[in-house]
């Protein structure tokens, strides 16, 4: 088990900026991947940013140039760098890992409580 927590969201206005970070604990082997997701009212949750197997960084367009992702060597601490922030970057944000499966094929999905950001105008 994996077991992440965020912190780092809140009020902002457009413009300015925020870093969430996300603690993990327990069993960080193995790991496939670690990135931030965000889900907006009424919409699907979307990834934002991710670290995949060595250190390969991928973001969504959306966020290019402004959001920047990075971890410690450990994977213990992934955090999520907000500059330029938009009000349609408001979202609940959540930290995840995919470890690989011990026995068997495929990952496991970790995810935090989620860290509401609210970008005003």
């Known amino acids: 088990q994996v077991q992440l927590v965020e912190s780092g969201g809140g009020l902002v206005k457009a413009g300015g900026s925020l870093r969430l970070s996300c603690a993990a604990s327990?069993?960080?082997?193995?790991?496939?991947?670690t990135g931030w997701y965000r889900q907006a009212p009424g919409k699907q949750r979307e990834l934002v940013a991710n670290?995949?197997?060595?250190?390969?960084?991928d973001y969504a367009d959306s966020v290019k140039g402004r959001f920047t992702i990075s971890r410690d060597s450990a994977k213990t601490i992934l955090y999520l760098q907000m500059r330029s922030l938009k009000p349609e970057d408001t979202a609940v944000y959540y930290c995840n890992y995919k470890r690989y499966r011990t026995y068997g094929s495929g990952v496991d999905d970790y995810w935090g409580q989620g860290t509401q950001v609210t970008v005003s105008s």
């Open positions: 670290i995949v197997g060595g250190g390969s960084m």
């Open positions: 327990g069993s960080i082997i193995d790991i496939k991947s």
